[in-house]
């Protein structure tokens, strides 16, 4: 009888199993969202849009970004995505062994930990790197070390909440997981400021970061006078790690795992079983059309049920507010958001008879029919959309662009930020797409919604906020139009390639 495995062994098995998945993606993540920060620290210097009161640029301040709406849905999605990925890989053998499931939650634990410690190195490296090179110096290291060392326990935290959330809600924890994990940022950064936030569990994740990085909640720079810069750190840094520690407390906590059983006679099933089972589209007798195929499969009831609420959403913001407002909610969130949507779920529906799928027809077909059905979907929801953003306004302005012009760039900009989604998702994970387009969501939202940073050239830094851009700078929409399509088109043709390695990774 083998002997029992220690805490290292099981430790050395989580750490090999987490290879090569999101556990490790996140960090590429951060370094993405870093990137995104020197861009915007030196933008903002070479255009004068800010007042340098600290350090390089403000970078600080633009690293709040990352703490207001990014942080704790990228660790509750780490969370979910570990605990998903073993059930889906049986535990790895771990449910039949005499191992401690207790001991193997643990061990999944402390690896998110260490990813999370990575992640906010990958965050304020590059950025001090940067300064360093550029003249500014190390700048105030005790800010930005500390605010790494919260965000560190707050991502942590945020990876043991996702884990529990799992165990509650299944595969539907990866989609609601970072929905829920960005209302709770949005409100901590509403309402950080509050005299009594310690009473609100939501502002515990976001109360430091406000002291550390020299912010209000809504990532405007403090005054010099503001009591903001005198808020004590210690009671922030309990009460996150108490708010982590719960999370803990319930992630750790064993339960039956969910493991398939395995298939009995599989090759004697019926082949529409079969192919109902693992996910395959069925043709129907005598059709050899590779779209018809692929309409079968797709999620057409989900993509229709979200577009109803997308319609409603805009309706209601065109009529309660200016029309700008509901423009730009379309041009920098609604229509970018939707189009990775699709993508994303394209993805996730074909891909588990991906590899059965490969062994019927050429993977540039099968992605040929998937991007000529979602556009055919997508296309005409977006131009409803913009109609109803657009309804009883002028098409355009004489030197001041107008909603005309992002609709003539909108089919192109549909198709790139689908075929990024649907690309990214299908050559790494689906989890790396819903984070990567969280990352390029909010460079479109901060470059897109400024016209000095706009007029300053950064524009191609923010291709999800390209709408805006054609509706803003009117002259740029046939370039808009054709960068997007010649993007989109390396985006598929990435696909192509890697769609055979994605079978077997599969």
């Known amino acids: ?236 840094f309990v009460l996150a790690a108490a708010w982590g520690g719960l999370g803990a407390l319930l992630a750790v906590m064993p339960s039956t795992p969910a493991i398939r059983a395995p298939r009995v006679d599989e090759g004697q099933q019926p082949a529409p079983s079969r192919a109902k089972a693992e996910g395959v589209p069925r043709r129907r007798a005598g059709s050899r059309s590779c779209v018809l195929a692929v309409a079968g499969v797709l999620p057409w009831g989900l993509w229709g049920g979200l577009a109803l609420p997308l319609w409603g959403l805009l309706a209601i913001v065109r009529v309660s507010y200016p029309a700008d407002y509901a423009q730009g909610l379309f041009e920098l969130a609604a229509a970018p958001a939707a189009a990775a949507v699709v993508g994303v779920t394209a993805w996730g529906r074909l891909q588990p008879g991906w590899r059965a799928l490969l062994l019927r027809r050429s993977t540039s077909a099968l992605l040929g029919a998937v991007t000529l059905l979602s556009g055919m979907f997508l296309v005409p929801v977006l131009v409803a959309a913009w109609a109803i953003v657009a309804w009883g306004g002028p098409l355009a302005r004489p030197g001041h662009g107008g909603p005309g012009y992002s609709l003539a760039v909108l089919p192109a900009v549909a198709l790139l930020v689908f075929a990024a989604s649907l690309s990214v998702a299908l050559v790494t994970r689906v989890a790396v797409a819903i984070a990567g387009n969280a990352v390029l969501l909010l460079g479109g939202l901060v470059i897109g919604g400024n016209d000095v940073l706009l007029a300053a050239g950064l524009w191609p830094a923010a291709p999800w906020g390209w709408l805006r851009t054609a509706h803003a700078l009117p002259g740029s929409w046939p370039t808009l139009f054709a960068l997007a399509i010649v993007v989109a088109m390396g985006f598929l043709l990435i696909a192509v390639l890697r769609g055979k390695a994605a079978a077997l990774r599969e």
Not at 132 to 141: A, I, M, N, Q, R
Not at 173 to 201: C, I, K, T, Y
Request: net charge positive.
């Open 1 to 236: 009888m083998s002997a029992r495995p220690t805490g290292a062994s099981v430790l050395a098995a989580e750490w090999l199993r987490g290879r090569r998945t999101f556990t490790w993606g996140a960090v590429l993540v951060a370094l993405v969202f870093a990137v995104q920060t020197v861009l915007f620290a030196r933008a903002a210097l070479a255009a004068g849009a800010v007042v340098q009161l600290r350090w390089h640029g403000n970078a600080l301040g633009w690293m709040h970004l990352y703490a207001a709406g990014f942080a704790v849905p990228l660790g509750i999605l780490s969370g979910v995505m570990a605990q998903w990925r073993e059930e889906r890989w049986r535990q790895g053998g771990t449910a039949w062994r005499a191992v401690n499931p207790r001991a193997v939650l643990m061990a999944r634990l402390l690896v998110l930990g260490i990813s999370a410690l990575a992640c906010q190195v990958a965050l304020i490296a590059p950025v001090v790197l940067d300064a360093v090179l550029s003249g500014s110096g190390v700048g105030p290291w005790p800010s930005y070390v500390g605010f790494g060392l919260f965000m560190w326990l707050v991502v942590t935290g945020a990876s043991a909440w996702g884990m529990a959330l799992y165990r509650w809600l299944r595969v539907a924890a990866v989609g609601v997981g970072p929905v829920a994990g960005l209302v709770w940022s949005v409100m901590g950064v509403m309402q950080a400021e509050r005299d009594h936030w310690w009473l609100l569990p939501w502002t515990w994740t976001a109360r430091a970061p406000l002291t550390l990085l020299g912010v209000h909640g809504s990532s405007v720079l403090l005054e010099p006078e503001s009591p903001v810069w005198h808020y004590p750190l210690l009671p922030s």
